[in-house]
């Protein structure tokens, strides 16, 4: 016989990546509504924030081990938030930036609960292309924007569209595949400058940025060549944003399926 | 929540704080009671100092994803 689901429910909610000011309206009125809080938060100042607001936050940031693959420790959390859930608590898991973006706990959670008749749902949060975009003056819509963790990036083989800006999350973490540590090497560094240079002169102007956790921070822009790739001082926040070769052209090709020409756009 | 956590919490929130701050960011600070110690630490942008005042646990900020190497 099918058993009834208790009255549990899980939200996910982002608390966005700078300090207590980009979490959302509805976002902080499920956390102080919740019964149960399970975070995965950048540090201690955050976990405080959130206590402030709900003492019933928990850290999942126990699950973590180096050496322990990142594979299991996402498991292990999705498994205390869904049995919390089961248990017949309204649960919230807050995640730092959006909850759902290049984060699979709530994800995994999600699919869980709604397989087993839950409630579950998901809100947006501050990510942190968001503040990219506005701390570096980039509107993505200009030339387009691909952007690829790192590492999946430079294993695939996948094209670049140089027209377009390209963001590559978790560059200090290039070319680390067991998901066991958190830094990369000086090889993978050489490899991954390589590869960009099927697409990019060695001389092309890169940006490395990393968005500020603490409001007296500023955002980190630092400006480089390519080539200079190893001897950058990485770590497991910072993004390569690479800027476009050149901007999008019109091609007669693509518009004469529209039945237009070039010397229709003056 | 300690001194330094509250006003940074306060500040992340508050846009007239945060203005305060930008002009006058030792002044802000010192009225809103922080110790030398952690005027310093913010003024010099030594963020593991900042962080170790806050309570530490500077932890793995990586992406969330087991699937990020699936290809």
Not at chain 1, 47 to 53: N, P, R
Not at chain 1, 219 to 232: A, G, H, Q, S, Y
Request: with cysteine; glycine share 8%.
């Amino acid at each position: 016989m099918k058993t009834t689901p208790s009255s549990g429910s899980l939200t996910c909610i982002g608390t966005g990546i700078t300090l207590a000011g980009q979490i959302t309206t509805l976002s902080k009125d499920y956390l102080e509504q919740a019964e149960m809080v399970f975070g995965i938060l950048p540090d201690k100042l955050s976990e405080d924030w959130v206590k402030s607001i709900t003492p019933s936050y928990k850290s999942l940031q126990y699950l973590y081990g180096e050496g322990k693959s990142r594979r299991q420790t996402y498991q292990e959390m999705k498994d205390v938030v869904c049995q919390a859930v089961r248990d017949g608590n309204k649960v919230v898991l807050a995640l730092y930036g959006h909850p759902g973006i290049f984060a699979c706990v709530g994800h995994f959670a999600i699919e869980t609960l709604r397989s087993e008749g839950y409630p579950a749902q998901m809100l947006p949060g501050v990510s942190a292309d968001a503040c990219l975009y506005a701390d570096l003056g980039i509107d993505p819509g200009t030339t387009g924007c691909q952007a690829y963790e790192a590492t999946q990036f430079l294993f695939s083989g996948v094209p670049l569209n140089t027209s377009a800006y390209t963001i590559l999350w978790q560059i200090g973490l290039a070319g680390e595949h067991t998901l066991k540590t958190f830094k990369t090497t000086q090889k993978n560094l050489h490899a991954a400058v390589r590869v960009l240079n099927k697409w990019y002169p060695l001389e092309h102007e890169m940006i490395l940025y990393e968005a500020p956790f603490i409001p007296v921070h500023h955002p980190r822009i630092d400006k480089f060549k390519l080539k200079d790739l190893p001897i950058m001082d990485l770590t497991s926040i910072s993004t390569l944003v690479i800027p476009p070769l050149t901007g999008l052209k019109l091609d007669q090709e693509s518009l004469n399926e529209f039945g237009l020409n070039i010397s229709d756009f003056g | 929540m300690s001194t330094l956590n509250k006003f940074l919490t306060e500040l992340g929130t508050n846009a007239k704080l945060m203005e305060d701050y930008k002009s006058e960011p030792v002044a802000t600070m010192k009225a809103a009671g922080l110790n030398d110690e952690e005027i310093n630490a913010v003024q010099s942008n030594d963020t593991a100092k900042v962080k170790e005042l806050t309570g530490g646990g500077e932890y793995a900020v990586v992406v969330h994803n087991v699937k990020e190497h699936n290809l």
